[in-house]
């Protein structure tokens, strides 16, 4: 796990380097970034967007985990539980969609 987050963390401070590299076959005084303020503007929103994904995923996941186990524990609390889930697996589900849409938002 560490070498996956070492990796990640890696490539997020490479990317500013690559996207100011030069193109092939042009000198230091007729460089111009490969990646402009736009595809930044881009790769920063779609890089915002999984975020968001990845923590309401995490955070239905962990939801749905805990309700099973509570169910498994106390069955006649089931209907309860299961409301109690729904309500916040939708509260997540609303935050992530109002975040992917500030992202493609601002990447317009």
Excluded: H, N
Excluded at 12 to 39: H, K, N, R, V, Y
């Amino acid at each position: 796990m560490k070498k996956i987050f070492a990796l990640f963390v890696l490539a997020i401070l490479a990317l500013p380097a690559m996207s100011f590299a030069q193109a092939t076959g042009t000198t230091t005084t007729e460089a111009a970034p490969l990646i402009g303020s736009d595809g930044l503007l881009v790769m920063g929103a779609c890089i915002g967007a999984g975020l968001a994904i990845i923590g309401a995923g995490r955070g239905i996941g962990q939801i749905g985990g805990s309700a099973v186990e509570a169910i498994a524990r106390q069955p006649e609390a089931g209907d309860r539980i299961f409301t109690t889930m729904i309500i916040s697996a939708a509260l997540i589900e609303g935050a992530t969609l109002f975040a992917l849409v500030i992202c493609l938002i601002r990447a317009a």
